[in-house]
């Protein structure tokens, strides 16, 4: 059986995004997010969030490794155990009468048969467990991939801290690059 998901990005009610059938679950989809943000995309959100939600015909069947090009093989290792596999998409649906499935937006007020929300913020990503709250902690774009986090949909609740069931393992990884900011002018000292 899977557990469902959504990525989505925030709108004004809620969020919109697209269906993601495989691994809904915060211990496999916000590691391989974060690294994915991290390293992959530079931490450029709009690409990411355009790949992730835009470019897709109908919806994911699963997110894969490929979303971890550019991460360091230490990392891509202890994220996956060194298994690969790709992203892919459910194009091969179609309706009851044989005509093709059309793209289905899921949105706040059509997520009830899903059992996770992700939903990409600038500051970070949503976690809302869908069967518990419509609302959850916000997990920082800058929190280590390897952190191990929990899934019961009870423990992601708004208003609570976000839910880790250990500290990252230790293993040394290189640091995600930063975005370059202005250089500023030393001040002088007195």
């Excluded at 009610?13 to 269906?19: D, N, Q």
């Excluded at 009468?97 to 009830?112: L, Y």
């Excluded at 390897?146 to 423990?155: A, G, M, N, V, Y």
Aim: some cysteine; aromatic content about 8%; charged content about 20%.
């Amino acid at each position: 059986m899977s557990t469902s998901s959504c990525i989505a990005r925030p709108t004004q009610t809620g969020y919109t995004g697209i269906y993601v059938h495989l691994d809904g679950y915060p211990s496999s989809r916000l590691p391989l997010l974060l690294a994915a943000y991290q390293y992959t995309f530079a931490r450029d959100l709009d690409a990411m969030s355009a790949r992730l939600i835009d470019q897709v015909s109908i919806a994911w069947d699963e997110l894969g490794t490929d979303l971890l090009d550019g991460a360091p093989k230490p990392l891509v290792r202890q994220l996956t155990g060194g298994d690969v596999w790709p992203s892919r998409e459910m194009d091969d649906l179609e309706n009851l009468d044989g005509s093709p499935a059309e793209r289905e937006v899921i949105t706040e007020t059509s997520s009830g048969f899903i059992d996770w929300a992700y939903i990409l913020h600038r500051q970070g990503i949503e976690v809302i467990g869908l069967h518990e709250a419509a609302r959850g902690p916000l997990v920082d774009w800058n929190t280590d991939p390897r952190t191990r986090f929990r899934d019961s949909q009870r423990l992601w609740l708004p208003g609570h801290s976000v839910p880790a069931a250990q500290p990252p393992r230790t293993t040394r990884v290189p640091a995600a690059p930063m975005p370059a900011s202005p250089a500023t002018k030393p001040t002088a000292r007195r």
